[in-house]
């Protein structure tokens, strides 16, 4: 088959890129994460994918309108779902808006499948994540046959290619380094930096004395 990968990081592709090669598809790339924050994080990201494709020779589909990398509003659509309570009430929004334009650009150019490297991380929730592409996959089918999406006119919907990817994940942290490629520290969003540097703000902040904020 002729799968679009959704790639999120260059690490988190090596492997499913190598797995579906293996198994005989003609495999092409898509770098589309409005979720990634800082931009400047977003670049090295960016450039990884960019390092992993070649070293494959896979052809690489980039979102470079400005409007595919708008943080604000990324912010203003998850917001909504989010809450101390539930944190990862963001997620789903997230995951369902990057599978999306995924599965439309699939169709645009023809693909019999698309699929995501978000599926090689043992750190994601993985069956959400499938769920929602099988989800994206429905409903961009059923668009298609009422003719909601008129410049969508393929042969046929892109299906949503499954692949537990994360027996694969020691052999790509070790390709990771061996190759040089950049390994980014949390996940992507300005929700999840806070989550990973959050001990170390605590553990900081027990260094500083003096004068603090109080309610007067």
Known sequence: MKILLHICCG???????????DEGHTVAGFFYNPNIHP?????????????????????????????????????????????RENPGGRCPLCWQQRLSKTAELAARLGFDAFSTSLLYSRRQRHEEIAEAGQSVARN????????????????????FLYRDFRPDW?????????????RQPYCGCLFSENDRYANDLAKSNQNFTGHTLTER
């Open 11 to 21: 690490p988190c592709a090596i492997m499913p890129i190598r797995r579906l090669l």
């Open 39 to 83: 931009l400047a994080e977003y670049l090295r990201r960016r450039e990884g994918a960019a390092e992993v494709a070649s070293r494959y020779g896979i052809e690489m589909h980039w979102a470079l309108d400005e409007k595919d990398y708008d943080s604000q509003a990324w912010l203003q659509m998850v917001l909504p779902a989010f809450s």
């Open 140 to 159: 961009l089918e059923r668009n298609l046959d009422m003719g909601q999406q008129e410049n969508l006119k393929p042969a046929g919907a892109p299906l």
């Open 170 to 182: 020691q052999a790509g942290i070790n390709l990771s380094k061996e190759w040089g490629i950049y």
